[in-house]
């Protein structure tokens, strides 16, 4: 078992002050910050404290031992034969902290055949790896998970066209009126819309009638005054407008969001748990600076995806997980109600654990004994399990799905 020294993304619409809480370390000062990643993607691998048994292309001497340099080196001890042999030696899912003060952009991930065709469209097209104008960074998928961890607000899925015909006609703005009457085609309307000619005005029409909506007993008042606070963070985009063709919800403490192929969706503000195939696929189509491909999008979505919040099944008394269909992952909540507490950790590893609250001490089936404390993680190789966890503590585990 290995503490990880997890990777900080600064992205702006990053919280000033979150992930540095759950750390235990002060606000810092460049600030903010978005993402806490804990594992092995290329982009942004976690450091751990271990020695490779050679060395390899993927470190020196001088550089930090990476996962998933540890990782490459020899698969079948800390994947475990059969999860290296379905995933090609690679650790298949992703866990994240995210925090989002401000809205992330409208999105889509694909599936596995979408991302290996895009990713080797984007190759032919001569697109060099870090080329801000890739669709796609990788050949995987990215079904993800996102378990709340403070109230978190999301537009997921789209709306049924009953309501999304009902929300435009409350706006009450002329431009959207051709759109809003029988509509019955939500895919389409959301189409015109990302593609409106001249978007400055409709948004500013629109952004006007949501203030009028969010003060009023609307049922899409909470819709209309979320869509109200993103377009002071991304004025005039087109997004905004967006927003409002998609199922608003607010997941509380606990709930999560399972997002998978084809499943529009934005984050808008909160701290969760984000847990994902170990890819950085994403397909945007507003509220963003970065690259944007409506076209991409429109093909990559999926409108019949609801985007359901789940709540956890208990797995075993203190063990709690949610059922997706997502291969690469699951996540559990292990609860130790006291200092003595002592449980089994489910999955047969290999697992990235993370300590919400409290601390416990780990042990491996080797008698390896490992400490962790709020805001810390580590990895847990296949061939240290099974371990064994006691203190009075909340962890956050990662493992490969069924």
Known sequence: MDLLSPKIQRY???????????QGRPVPAPGPEAELWMGAHPSAPAALDRPLPSPTPLTTPASPVTLDAVIAADPGRELGAEVAARFGGRLPFL????????????QVHPSRVQAEA?????????????????????????PELLYALTPFEVAAGLR?????SALLQALDVDELKPLAVGLTDVRAALATILQWPEPGPLVAAVVAACRRLAASDSPDADACAAAVRVASDHPGDIGVVALLLMRHEVLQPGQAVFMPAGGLHAYLRGTGIELLANSDNVVRSGLTGKHIDVPELLKLLDPSVAVPVLTPRLAEPGITTFDTPAPEFRLYLVDLPAPASTLALPGPGPGI????????????ASGQELGLTRGGSCFIP???????ATGHARLALATPGG
């Open 160 to 164: 049924p066209p009953a309501d999304a």
């Open 95 to 106: 866990l994240k902290v995210l925090s989002a003060a401000k809205a992330l952009s409208i």
């Open 12 to 22: 702006p619409w990053g919280t000033a002050d979150a992930i540095a809480d759950l």
């Open 118 to 142: 895009g990713y080797a469209a984007d190759n032919a097209r001569g697109l060099a790896p870090g080329d801000p104008a890739r669709n796609y960074v990788d050949d995987w998928p990215k």
């Open 382 to 388: 296949f061939a240290d399990g099974p371990v064994h």
């Open 353 to 364: 654990l993370l300590c919400l609250d409290g601390a416990c001490s780990l042990r491996a």
